[in-house]
């Protein structure tokens, strides 16, 4: 879930957020360990909005009505029994008080319901095939809760899609009966990439001005002021990694950061900062800036 490309957008996301020259250095030592912890707070708090689904369907289940493939399947049910005691959360909703978000996708479900229904199966393969349709058709596409969760914490919103695809892909690996099959994480089994995120920042923090420098007469077209705030940040960061990480290649992090680019910024963006990289590896390389060491690497 927190792999390098996400935190690579974290680093961007809080260079693009604050004026660098602004921020107390001090303080941010720690900085992308603690934007990386309120991603695992919207795991768990994805996971309490899947056991509250359950919950409510078998709530408003009677004689006369029954959404048999939420409130009976056993891989909603499922996340009931996790246990979540081995992370220390540092925001948590109770979702028990905003059913509203559930509500919003009730008809949703009973329509889904119906649907199964109508194939007339009941083996574990549909219930599973059900649950990860609603889950990225109804929940993962919410506009309501999405916009929820984006008041909730601003950084949820890039959190968001990377939540959804760690629960589908491992929903798909469990053993129903045994939940320790659904592997709960913390921090520490994303320490080295958080370790990667704070010094890629740390990096950045400390030398902002030599960076900005590199960019000086490299984009002959643009003046840092008509460069868009999110490129700008862009390049930042991927000369930060092409200059301070020597076991990174340069072709690994200039595919990473046209990816960035063309997800969070517009569509011609990937094209821009692709030919702005481009040519800063060709020089950097030349003045003996870039040196890359390890396997496949020259040194």
């Known amino acids: ?24 250095h001090s303080t941010l030592k720690t900085y992308i360990t603690k934007s990386s912890t309120t991603t695992l707070d919207l795991l768990y708090c994805m996971i309490d909005f899947i056991k509250e689904i359950n919950i409510h369907f078998n709530n408003i289940e009677s004689k006369k009505f029954s959404c048999s493939f939420v409130s009976q399947n056993p891989y909603f ?13 540092k925001h948590i909703i109770n979702w028990d008080l905003h059913l509203n978000y559930i509500m919003d996708l009730q008809s949703d479900f009973i329509e889904l319901n119906k649907k199964y229904l109508e194939l007339n199966k ?9 649950f990860i349709e609603s889950y990225s058709g109804i929940i993962a596409e919410s506009n309501m809760l999405y916009e929820f969760l984006e008041d909730q914490n601003i950084n949820w919103v890039n959190d968001f899609p990377y939540v959804n695809s760690f629960i589908l ?13 659904f592997h709960l994480p913390s ?4 320490q080295d990439e958080v370790e990667f995120g704070q010094d ?7 030398n902002n001005e030599e960076l900005k420098n590199h960019l000086i007469g490299r984009t002959p077209n643009w003046d840092s002021e008509r460069i868009a705030k999110i490129d700008y940040a862009i390049l930042l960061t991927s000369i930060a990694e092409l200059l301070y990480f020597p076991s990174i290649p340069p072709k690994v992090t200039i595919n990473e950061y046209i990816e960035i680019a ?10 821009f900062i692709n030919g702005v990289i481009d040519k800063l ?5 030349e003045k003996g800036l870039i040196v890359k060491t390890g396997r496949g690497l020259i040194s």
């Open 1 to 24: 879930m927190l792999n390098r490309r996400h935190i690579r957008t974290k680093v961007i996301q809080s260079i693009y957020s604050n004026s660098v020259e602004l921020l107390d």
């Open 77 to 89: 049910f499922f996340f009931n029994k996790l246990n979540q005691k081995s992370f220390k959360r």
């Open 122 to 130: 009941d083996d574990d393969e549909s219930k599973l095939s059900f």
């Open 169 to 181: 892909k491992n929903i798909e690996k469990i053993d129903i009966q045994n939940t320790n099959s």
């Open 187 to 190: 921090l520490f089994d994303y």
């Open 200 to 206: 890629l920042f740390n990096n950045i923090l400390t």
């Open 262 to 271: 063309k997800e969070f910024s517009s569509p011609s963006s990937g094209k």
């Open 281 to 285: 590896i060709k020089d950097l390389t």
